[in-house]
């Protein structure tokens, strides 16, 4: 497994997920229009699909370790998007998501 490949895919993955997550947010706590459902679903699916190109012997691992790239994703996105600036809980808590990412997907295991 690449290390650069894999961080790529799942940041899009991320990007994608946040997206269609937060056109279902504007929607229903910000009076935005229904029509950014459209754009909404055809982003969850694609993160659906980018998570696929993941190179892991099983699903679980793959989605797990992505748990920590959409944490630290989702603050970032915070901070991007919404204007609010993560404190250092935020940033100590992501950045310990990060490690345990990596270690389920990079620790050496027995083939």
């Known amino acids: 497994m690449t290390v650069l490949p894999t961080f790529a895919i799942y940041v899009a993955a991320a990007v994608a997920e946040i997206a269609g997550c937060f056109a279902v947010w ?21 993160f659906a699909y980018l998570l696929t190109l993941i190179d892991a012997p099983a699903a679980g691992r793959a989605f797990a370790a992505y748990g920590g790239i959409y944490i630290a994703a989702s603050l970032a996105w915070m901070f991007a ?31």
């Open 26 to 46: 504007a929607w229903l706590r910000l009076g935005k229009s229904i029509w950014l459902l459209a754009p909404g679903a055809l982003s969850l699916a694609l």
């Open 81 to 111: 998007v919404e204007g609010r600036l993560p404190d250092r809980w935020d940033v100590i808590g992501g950045a310990v998501c990060l490690a345990g990412a990596a270690i389920i997907l990079f620790a050496p295991r027995a083939s």
